[in-house]
T-cell receptor, first 113, second 114 residues
Framework: QQQVKQSPQSLIVQKGGISIINCAYENTAFDYFPWYQQFPGKGPALLIAIRPDVSEKKEGRFTISFNKSAKQFSLHIMDSQPGDSATYFCAASTTSGTYKYIFGTGTRLKVLA | DAGVTQSPTHLIKTRGQQVTLRCSPKSGHDTVSWYQQALGQGPQFIFQYYEEEERQRGNFPDRFSGHQFPNYSSELNVNALLLGDSALYLC?????????????FGNGTRLTVT
């Protein structure tokens, strides 16, 4: 029940295309869903996050879509650029109590120039 | 404004040895969490420290222990190292109280156990 399932494991997209990464969770107590971007040799950096009270959040080229009834959320990267090539992790947490995050297994994105 | 800093960046140890990793939280943050990231996997929660006490612990054996100092910096200690302990160890900080805030990660310490 604590798992967050992420797919696909890897993704190759042409420059200018749309990258889509999906995550699903079981625990309905989760109420905070961040996405992190990680470059080789670096720690994860917060990209964008969403709470369950909204179905979509957009920041620049990055959009999170959230489906509470299906317990799924996804990251859309519009106009993907070679600089977006990185590993992306979804995560889930509860905002009450502690800040323990449950991470997905990651998606390695490669954007071809 | 310094972010989360970790030291050392890389470390090589032998099975059975002990290791100490260090973390300084982002300015203004007082809560420190440690995560283990195996190669090709997502980070896994080890434990969290607040007010110099362990607040929550993940599914890690007692060989993993930690400490938080009055200046909010933290150490992660791993005893009796196993080959399977080879991983990137990430420290993350967050502010406690007030408004809720996401985790900020450091760049990690890459531990190799031979």
């Amino acid at each position: 029940q604590q798992q967050v399932k992420q797919s696909p494991q890897s993704l190759i997209v042409q420059k200018g295309g749309i990258s889509i990464i999906n995550c699903a969770y079981e625990n309905t107590a989760f109420d905070y869903f961040p996405w992190y971007q990680q470059f080789p040799g670096k720690g994860p950096a917060l990209l964008i996050a969403i709470r369950p009270d909204v179905s979509e959040k957009k920041e620049g080229r990055f959009t999170i879509s959230f489906n509470k009834s299906a317990k799924q959320f996804s990251l859309h990267i519009m106009d993907s650029q070679p600089g977006d090539s990185a590993t992306y992790f979804c995560a889930a947490s509860t905002t009450s109590g502690t800040y323990k995050y449950i991470f997905g297994t990651g998606t390695r994105l490669k954007v071809l120039a | 404004d310094a972010g989360v800093t970790q030291s050392p960046t890389h470390l090589i140890k032998t099975r059975g040895q002990q290791v100490t990793l260090r973390c300084s939280p982002k300015s203004g943050h007082d809560t420190v969490s440690w995560y283990q990231q195996a190669l090709g996997q997502g980070p896994q929660f080890i434990f969290q420290y607040y007010e110099e006490e362990e607040r929550q612990r993940g599914n890690f054996p007692d060989r993993f222990s930690g400490h938080q100092f009055p200046n909010y910096s933290s150490e992660l200690n791993v005893n009796a190292l196993l080959l399977g302990d080879s991983a990137l160890y990430l420290c993350a900080s967050s502010p406690r109280g007030a408004d809720w805030s996401p985790l900020h990660f450091g760049n990690g310490t890459r531990l190799t156990v031979t």
